[in-house]
């Protein structure tokens, strides 16, 4: 495991953008596994001044993106896939047919899961995965309890998640997730994983120097053998070790 502590938010979004980017001009049909939330707003914007000062290329990258709440339509505000439009698709160009999102519209929960898990598989794999993470320690959206050999499936999200993450007016509403598993993740060649801020800095401490288990399931990271970890200072302010990158 690779640990990179930058001074501040900026120069760590910009440091997660670089790790894509190399990975893109490598090798330019990549398969990328994609998050949602507060801490990645930044990287996707930085991707995306690389794409407008023309130097990244997206039209052969296929995406994956963690999870969705469920039951919600794709146009609604406050779902991921409007997200991801708002932030990152509509600003480059990834090609329609290679974005793949959970539909948390989907009447046909199982078959959508084993279906999502299929279309990973029939693309090879995911190259790389870029992943925050929940101050419970959720990765994607698999809470507290999750097992680690699980794949893709709807989950119930933790009280902790819905006060944190769902919009006060949606709160009773939205309390479940399409949530790639952490067998998914893990399955990734290689991962990138996210977090800024002084609240996140005991759930890194958690997951990187404490003990593997399903409590803290992005201490499952631990057993990943190419996984880069890139924080802001506050973010790795109970950590042990790591390298500050200025």
């Known amino acids: 495991m690779n640990v990179n502590i ?12 670089n790790l894509v980017a190399r990975r893109i001009i490598s090798r330019p049909d990549l398969v990328l596994g994609l998050p949602t939330g507060d801490t990645p707003k930044g990287f996707y914007r930085e991707l995306i001044d690389f794409y407008e000062a023309g130097l990244l290329d997206f039209s ?20 991921f896939t409007n ?13 329609q047919n290679k974005i793949h999102i959970p539909d948390g519209e989907t009447d046909r929960v199982a078959d959508e899961c084993q279906d999502y898990e299929e279309m990973i598989a029939e693309e090879g794999g995911l190259d790389l995965t870029v992943l925050g993470i929940g101050e419970n320690g959720h990765i994607g959206y698999n809470e507290p309890g999750s097992k680690l050999g699980s794949k893709t499936r709807l989950v119930e999200l933790s009280e902790e998640s819905i006060v944190r993450e769902v ?12 949530t790639m598993g952490v067998k998914t993740i893990m399955n990734s060649r290689k991962l990138a994983l996210l977090a800024s801020g002084p609240r ?15 409590d803290v399931p992005a201490s499952i990271l631990q057993l990943h053998p190419e996984v880069t970890v890139i924080l802001d200072r506050e973010a790795a302010g109970d950590l042990d070790g790591g390298e500050l990158m200025v």
């Open 6 to 17: 930058h001074e501040d938010y900026q120069s760590m979004s910009k440091a997660a953008a």
């Open 60 to 79: 052969k990258v296929t995406t994956f993106n963690l999870d969705e709440y469920y039951p919600l339509s794709r146009d609604n505000p406050i779902s």
């Open 83 to 95: 997200y991801m439009y708002e932030r990152f698709f509509n600003h480059v160009n990834v090609s």
């Open 167 to 178: 919009p006060g007016n949606y709160d009773g509403i939205i309390n479940k997730a399409l």
């Open 200 to 214: 996140k800095a005991n759930v890194i401490h958690d997951a990187l120097e404490g003990p593997v288990t399903g």
